[in-house]
């Protein structure tokens, strides 16, 4: 592992909100007396009615129960909008950088209220009102996050589907919540292409009877189709509707919005995430991960359709009235130095994204960067899957100039903000490591047998206590909530990710430990890849495990059994890719297929993915217990086809 250390650079100490010894200090109280911790960290937001519980879990798995603030009340587009009009109305909100450079905007927070109540009494006209589920399927313009607040005004839950998702996958979404609106644009522009949302939420709302509403933000001006008296325009109906729009007061608890997010087995989990605490978590998570300091100019550049988009481009960002950059397009349009640019014409501060840009824009060399100046910038995050060392270096070096930190960040859907994290002006980092707990977390290495291990070891990440920010139950299904992470090691939170703690108790996550690959810093369950390929007519059987991939980080590698008598072609196996991308969209892609005329199983019939992924890394010779396996042959014809096709 990388012995290299960066320590604080004197710049970054002498404006942080916090050094080592605050950090030290403001952890131990967080984990020794959080009830007073989080309770005064709590009012970082605005209540309408103020708690007077802070913390009230338990993670038995007979009675799995998370709630903070719970006799507290509040509304999150209140924090985000209306507590900063009064100082800072005028002040941007949002900057939106458009697909084609030519296209930009900025939204004060006096515009984003306007647009924000608007939109929130179309809804409400049609009949949507606090609780109901509203899916947003929307490119990344600010009517997006407008849906967000509006929905979060009115007490709707949101659930928003990333605009690369397919129709299927759309359709099994707002099904499983019983969505009663969705909001969509004609089509999404990404990289000069045009993504049909409209066309694919007609499909998809075929199979959804639920659904009464459908707001059509117009992007493109391209032709559409309609359905009278389900679908409206969002330019007409906003145009005609009042520019006030009270606030509905939510209970902390109360849901804020779903996420579907992979798992290990079965279609996707609606994670659902509450009020209350998610917005004291993400908000204090964006000010002390980031060294947030007013008129900062601050660029994440995840997709709203992720839980990054969710707590840090529009709520943790907005809640703590910072200015929000937002993107529409993608990292190599018109060209590689597209990222640069933007931080250079916005002036960005702090920007962060994902190690899978960054190894694609290490690939294009040094010359796309140095093209920029990129002095604005002060600090730099990752986020999503861990970052290799060498596209650590490259990033601190080349685009940071040896100046900026970088906070690579540990989290996920569950846990609705950061939970493993250096502090900018606290921790000396080292490359690939996402260092220390975020205060209130309390993260345990355990064993196979759940041992908690101690010291410099290696293992499965659990969390011992919960932290505000916590997903509460899966929507419609706690009992699936609680056998997915809290059975495993009992009375512990399992994260399914592998981790090492090193001798100076920094922790460097190993990757997921369960049957979910993360390609691009994005979860696909193998189930559901599994799922998507036998529907095919021509295929019998499939196993999808995780292979590395240079720029992806994982990739999809599908191991593929034919129906008897269909000839396994060069053409099919495009078919087959095709047909993934369809069933679940572009991310589903697999990026290697293999034929498998029989797959590894144990005598009782279970697929022995480990062996499969022996294969897809070429470590044959190290394929670990073979006994059990029910017919040993079929491993060594995988092999063979796998030797041959090099
Ligand atoms: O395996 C971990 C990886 O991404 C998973 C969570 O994925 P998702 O819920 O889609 O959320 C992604 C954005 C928060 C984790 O279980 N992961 C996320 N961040 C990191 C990471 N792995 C290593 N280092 C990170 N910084």
Redesign the pocket.
Same mark, same amino acid.
């Given at each position: 592992m990388s012995a290299q250390i960066f320590p604080v650079p004197t710049e970054v100490a002498s404006r942080a909100l916090v050094d080592d010894a605050k950090y030290q200090e403001m952890y131990d109280r967080s984990v020794k007396d959080p009830d007073g911790f989080w309770g005064d960290h709590g009012k970082r937001i605005d209540w309408f009615k103020p708690y007077t519980k802070v913390k009230n879990v338990s993670y038995d798995p007979h009675n799995v129960s998370i709630k903070w603030y719970e006799d507290g009340t509040l509304n999150a587009a209140y924090n985000c909008i209306d507590r900063h009009l009064e100082k800072r109305g005028d002040q941007t909100a949002i900057i939106w950088e458009g697909d084609d450079p030519a296209d930009d905007a900025k939204i004060t927070y006096r515009d984003l209220h306007g647009h924000v109540c608007r939109l929130a009494n179309v809804l409400k006209a049609r009949g949507v009102k606090k609780g109901d589920r509203v899916c947003i399927y929307m490119p990344m313009i600010p009517e997006a996050a407008y849906a967000m607040l509006a929905c979060a005004r009115i007490g709707a839950v949101h659930s928003i589907v990333f605009g690369g998702f397919s129709p299927d996958a759309l359709a099994g979404r707002i099904q499983d919540s019983d969505c009663v609106a969705v909001i969509t644009s004609d089509e999404g522009l990404r990289g000069g292409k045009k993504v049909p949302l409209k066309a694919n939420a007609d499909e998809a709302l075929a199979n959804c009877p639920s659904v009464k509403t459908c707001v059509v933000v117009k992007r493109t001006g391209s032709a559409i189709n309609w359905v009278d008296n389900r679908d409206i325009w969002y330019h007409e109906a906003t145009e005609a509707a009042s520019a006030d729009c009270p606030c509905e007061e939510m209970n902390a608890e109360d849901p804020l919005f779903i996420l579907y997010?992979s798992g290990s087995t079965g279609k996707p989990k609606g994670v659902l995430h509450t009020t209350g605490g998610y917005m004291v978590y993400a908000s204090m998570t964006h000010e002390y991960v980031f060294d947030y300091h007013d008129g900062d100019v601050y660029w994440c550049t995840a997709d709203v359709g &992720? $839980?990054?988009g969710h707590s840090y481009i529009v709520y943790g960002p907005l809640a703590n009235g910072a200015i929000s950059l937002m993107f529409e397009g993608v990292p190599s349009y018109p060209d590689a130095s597209r990222f640069w640019q933007v931080c250079d014409k916005h002036q960005v501060n702090t920007f962060y994204t994902a190690p899978t840009a960054i190894r694609a824009l290490m690939r294009e060399g040094n010359a796309p960067v140095e093209k920029c100046k990129l002095d604005s910038l002060r600090l730099l995050g990752?986020?999503?899957?861990? @970052?290799n060392p060498e596209a650590w270096i490259w990033y601190y070096e080349v685009v940071g100039k040896k100046r900026c930190p970088i906070v690579?960040? &540990?989290?996920?859907?569950?846990?609705g903000g950061i939970l493993?994290t250096p502090l900018p002006g606290a921790t000396a980092l080292k490359p690939g490591s996402?260092t220390r707990p975020f205060f209130g977390v309390q993260p345990e290495i355990v064993d196979g047998e759940g041992k908690v291990l101690d010291g410099a070891t290696e293992g499965n990440l659990c969390i011992s206590e919960s932290w505000p920010g916590q997903m509460r139950t899966v929507y419609g299904d706690h009992e699936r909530f609680v056998q997915t992470y809290f059975t495993t090691y009992p009375g512990k939170y399992f994260?399914?990710?592998g981790c090492r703690r090193d001798e100076d108790g920094y922790y460097w @996550?190993t990757?997921?430990v369960d049957d $979910?690959i993360?390609v691009s810093?994005?979860?696909m369950g193998t189930a559901e890849v599994e799922s998507a390929l036998v529907l095919h007519k021509d295929v019998a059987e499939a196993a999808v495990v995780g292979a590395p991939h240079d720029i992806k980080g994982q990739g999809i590698y599908a191991y593929v059994t034919l129906n008897v008598g269909v000839e396994p072609t060069d053409a099919l196996k495009k078919e087959l890719v095709q047909w993934v991308r369809h069933e679940i969209g572009p991310i589903a892609s697999p990026d290697w297929l293999q034929w498998a005329p029989g797959l590894p199983k144990t005598r009782s019939g279970k697929i022995m993915r480990r062996i499969l992924r022996k294969i897809a890394e070429d470590e044959f010779s190290n394929l670990g217990d073979t006994s059990t396996l029910a017919d040993p042959g079929v491993v060594d014809n995988l092999i063979d086809q796998r030797q041959n096709r090099k």
């Amino acid at each position: 592992m990388s012995a290299q250390i960066f320590p604080v650079p004197t710049e970054v100490a002498s404006r942080a909100l916090v050094d080592d010894a605050k950090y030290q200090e403001m952890y131990d109280r967080s984990v020794k007396d959080p009830d007073g911790f989080w309770g005064d960290h709590g009012k970082r937001i605005d209540w309408f009615k103020p708690y007077t519980k802070v913390k009230n879990v338990s993670y038995d798995p007979h009675n799995v129960s998370i709630k903070w603030y719970e006799d507290g009340t509040l509304n999150a587009a209140y924090n985000c909008i209306d507590r900063h009009l009064e100082k800072r109305g005028d002040q941007t909100a949002i900057i939106w950088e458009g697909d084609d450079p030519a296209d930009d905007a900025k939204i004060t927070y006096r515009d984003l209220h306007g647009h924000v109540c608007r939109l929130a009494n179309v809804l409400k006209a049609r009949g949507v009102k606090k609780g109901d589920r509203v899916c947003i399927y929307m490119p990344m313009i600010p009517e997006a996050a407008y849906a967000m607040l509006a929905c979060a005004r009115i007490g709707a839950v949101h659930s928003i589907v990333f605009g690369g998702f397919s129709p299927d996958a759309l359709a099994g979404r707002i099904q499983d919540s019983d969505c009663v609106a969705v909001i969509t644009s004609d089509e999404g522009l990404r990289g000069g292409k045009k993504v049909p949302l409209k066309a694919n939420a007609d499909e998809a709302l075929a199979n959804c009877p639920s659904v009464k509403t459908c707001v059509v933000v117009k992007r493109t001006g391209s032709a559409i189709n309609w359905v009278d008296n389900r679908d409206i325009w969002y330019h007409e109906a906003t145009e005609a509707a009042s520019a006030d729009c009270p606030c509905e007061e939510m209970n902390a608890e109360d849901p804020l919005f779903i996420l579907y997010t992979s798992g290990s087995t079965g279609k996707p989990k609606g994670v659902l995430h509450t009020t209350g605490g998610y917005m004291v978590y993400a908000s204090m998570t964006h000010e002390y991960v980031f060294d947030y300091h007013d008129g900062d100019v601050y660029w994440c550049t995840a997709d709203v359709g &992720w $839980v990054t988009g969710h707590s840090y481009i529009v709520y943790g960002p907005l809640a703590n009235g910072a200015i929000s950059l937002m993107f529409e397009g993608v990292p190599s349009y018109p060209d590689a130095s597209r990222f640069w640019q933007v931080c250079d014409k916005h002036q960005v501060n702090t920007f962060y994204t994902a190690p899978t840009a960054i190894r694609a824009l290490m690939r294009e060399g040094n010359a796309p960067v140095e093209k920029c100046k990129l002095d604005s910038l002060r600090l730099l995050g990752s986020v999503g899957e861990p @970052i290799n060392p060498e596209a650590w270096i490259w990033y601190y070096e080349v685009v940071g100039k040896k100046r900026c930190p970088i906070v690579d960040t &540990w989290w996920q859907t569950e846990t609705g903000g950061i939970l493993i994290t250096p502090l900018p002006g606290a921790t000396a980092l080292k490359p690939g490591s996402a260092t220390r707990p975020f205060f209130g977390v309390q993260p345990e290495i355990v064993d196979g047998e759940g041992k908690v291990l101690d010291g410099a070891t290696e293992g499965n990440l659990c969390i011992s206590e919960s932290w505000p920010g916590q997903m509460r139950t899966v929507y419609g299904d706690h009992e699936r909530f609680v056998q997915t992470y809290f059975t495993t090691y009992p009375g512990k939170y399992f994260t399914g990710d592998g981790c090492r703690r090193d001798e100076d108790g920094y922790y460097w @996550i190993t990757g997921r430990v369960d049957d $979910v690959i993360n390609v691009s810093g994005h979860r696909m369950g193998t189930a559901e890849v599994e799922s998507a390929l036998v529907l095919h007519k021509d295929v019998a059987e499939a196993a999808v495990v995780g292979a590395p991939h240079d720029i992806k980080g994982q990739g999809i590698y599908a191991y593929v059994t034919l129906n008897v008598g269909v000839e396994p072609t060069d053409a099919l196996k495009k078919e087959l890719v095709q047909w993934v991308r369809h069933e679940i969209g572009p991310i589903a892609s697999p990026d290697w297929l293999q034929w498998a005329p029989g797959l590894p199983k144990t005598r009782s019939g279970k697929i022995m993915r480990r062996i499969l992924r022996k294969i897809a890394e070429d470590e044959f010779s190290n394929l670990g217990d073979t006994s059990t396996l029910a017919d040993p042959g079929v491993v060594d014809n995988l092999i063979d086809q796998r030797q041959n096709r090099k």
